[in-house]
């Protein structure tokens, strides 16, 4: 819905609607090979269904999919001593989203609820097989560091239900190193600890868009600095975090529910973040400041869309009469620009829970809850031939949980 629209309720098209349903199972154990050699073998299984109905101003679109995702790790941790220790591992990833449909309303009558015409309709495929291994220890007893790889081979498989001849199968490899080095000085002294990261990582692109359904690049780069320098002064961890990122120029990611339908980037951001964490004896508060710069490489405006300001505030309180543990959070997002001179609405939330345990910790009851108010998903959108402001309303809801831990 369009913000700051009178007598609008909460929708400009009642036909709109949002559905899901998810199911995931995990499962994971454990082998102690030796005191000091771990083997850990994982797996998992998920799916998604999707029903998105949508109008942002130019008539009603639906978007559905049926998503199932696999995946399985096998991870090797050894410790030789406090100047070397390994891990080394291989993870194989399957994404699936099948009927991932995109359709257009027939009719711009509100009233109608009729057929869909057909716009996109794919089987999708990806598959991910990635060994990795990573070093780390100590160079001297105040100076560590930590290197690590990994190993993508990624296969697309878009078949165009439409357009067969858009339909293509490839393959395609990248190398992700990252390397830390960190300056731990005892914590008798006043000095703090540093730390310096490099890492690259990529991210998938959508393969559905592009000439005859293939992107320029199947993936998009990105590289990442690190600067963290940290403290402990009277039970309070202090920590300043400097970051920098630059992105190559992405398309759309398969998401859920997102995707645009153009280039984005290249891209840099910058930020900064100062957190301090104190510990009673009760419990502990926690808060942190996030101010960052996004820009486009290619013309330095602003990127759309990307959170400019992030405040955080957490506490716990652990010693409550009759074993109750409460947990309460405070998060606002900033203003952020949107495109041609819309500006975004801040969003702010309060979560909470309050836990106890019984059974001698084997079973734990709890009740959450989140006081929210602002707009979700904000973008510029046109209405009526008028460009504003669009988000979806974010509500508060409370839930309830039941954890069970068998054996000891």
Do not use: C
């Not at 991910?128 to 993508?152: C, E, H, Q, S």
């Not at 559905?208 to 993936?219: N, V």
């Not at 120029?249 to 100062?274: H, V, W």
């Not at 996004?294 to 409550?320: K, N, V």
Request: charged share 20%.
């Amino acid at each position: 819905m369009p913000l700051g629209v009178s007598d609008l309720h909460d929708t400009i098209d009642s036909r709109q609607r949002d559905q899901t349903h998810t199911g995931e199972i995990a499962l994971n154990d454990v082998w102690h090979l030796a005191p000091s050699a771990d083997l850990q073998l994982s797996g998992f299984l998920r799916t998604y269904n999707l029903s998105l109905t949508s109008n942002f101003g130019d008539g009603l679109i639906r978007q559905s999919k049926f998503r199932t995702v696999a995946g399985a790790n096998a991870n090797y941790i050894r410790k030789f001593n406090s100047h070397f220790s390994l891990m080394a591992g291989f993870d194989d990833f399957r994404e699936a989203p099948r009927r991932d449909d995109l359709d257009r309303h027939a009719s711009e009558n509100l009233a109608v609820y009729g057929t869909f015409q057909k716009v996109t309709a794919n089987n999708l495929t990806l598959n991910l097989v990635t060994p990795f291994v990573a070093i780390d220890g100590n160079i001297f007893p105040w100076l560590r560091y930590n290197l690590g790889w990994r190993r993508d081979q990624i296969g697309f498989d878009n078949v165009d239900l439409l357009v067969p001849a858009n339909s293509f199968s490839r393959w395609t490899g990248i190398n992700s190193p990252k390397a830390t080095l960190a300056i731990v000085p005892p914590a008798r002294t006043p000095l703090p600890s540093v730390s310096l990261s490099w890492g690259q990582t990529f991210f998938t692109n959508d393969p559905r868009l592009g000439t005859s359904g293939q992107p320029a690049s199947l993936i998009s780069q990105a590289h990442a600095y690190q600067l963290v320098i940290s403290k402990t002064v009277a039970h309070t961890d202090l920590r300043v975090t400097l970051g920098h990122i630059t992105q190559e120029a992405s398309l759309a990611k398969i998401d859920p529910d997102t995707g645009l339908q153009f280039d984005e980037g290249p891209g840099r951001n910058r930020y900064i973040t100062i957190s301090a964490r104190h510990y009673f004896r009760f419990g502990l508060l926690q808060s942190s400041l996030s101010k960052a710069d996004a820009r486009d490489l290619s013309d330095g405006t602003p990127l759309p869309e990307a959170p400019r300001t992030i405040f955080d505030a957490l506490g716990t309180l652990d010693r409550l009469p009759w074993g109750l543990h409460l947990r309460a959070e405070f998060e606002e997002v900033g203003q952020r620009p949107l495109g041609d001179g819309l500006i975004s609405v801040p969003v702010r939330e309060f979560r909470g829970a309050l836990v106890r345990s019984f059974l001698d910790e084997r079973l734990q009851a709890g009740v959450h809850f989140q006081i929210a108010g602002g707009y979700t998903g904000q973008t510029a959108e046109v209405f009526a031939g008028i460009e504003s402001v669009a988000g979806i309303y974010v509500p508060s809801y409370a839930t309830a949980s039941i954890r069970y831990r068998f054996g000891h």
